[in-house]
């Protein structure tokens, strides 16, 4: 679904629907993709993060990676899981070479959550 041009490219725009105002949206994040219909983001500020609540509210979302859009279902990982690990490991592996930073914190503690993805479409 998500070829390896797409999956290289540095960003992806998460829609949400606001959990209060019901209005969409989005945000840039950084993702991680292993070749399935599933991609996975890290949220640094855990539950607290604004997309992350809007998500668990209403986990049907959006995604668009360059010029294609997808529909897809957000889920928070299980802490320990396989998928988990696999999260972390791919956005570590991904950004590390790219950021000047020190990532290890960041992909240790940050809230992982998956998008399962159907594209849209036309898309």
């Not at 041009?5 to 019901?22: I, N």
């Amino acid at each position: 679904m998500i070829g390896s041009e797409l999956a290289a490219m540095d960003y992806c725009y998460l829609t949400t629907t606001g959990r209060v105002s019901g209005e969409p949206r989005e945000i840039e994040i950084w993702f991680g993709h292993e070749g399935k219909g599933t991609i996975y983001l890290l949220a640094g500020g855990g539950e607290a993060a604004r997309w992350v609540r809007n998500a668990r509210k209403t986990p049907a979302v959006t995604v668009r990676i360059g010029e294609r859009r997808f529909r897809g279902v957000a889920r928070v990982l299980e802490a320990g899981s396989g998928e988990d690990e696999l999260a972390r490991r791919l956005l570590f592996e991904k950004y590390t070479p790219r950021y000047s930073g020190d990532l290890t914190g960041w992909a240790a503690t940050a809230l992982p959550l998956a998008i399962d993805l159907k594209q849209q479409p036309g898309a």
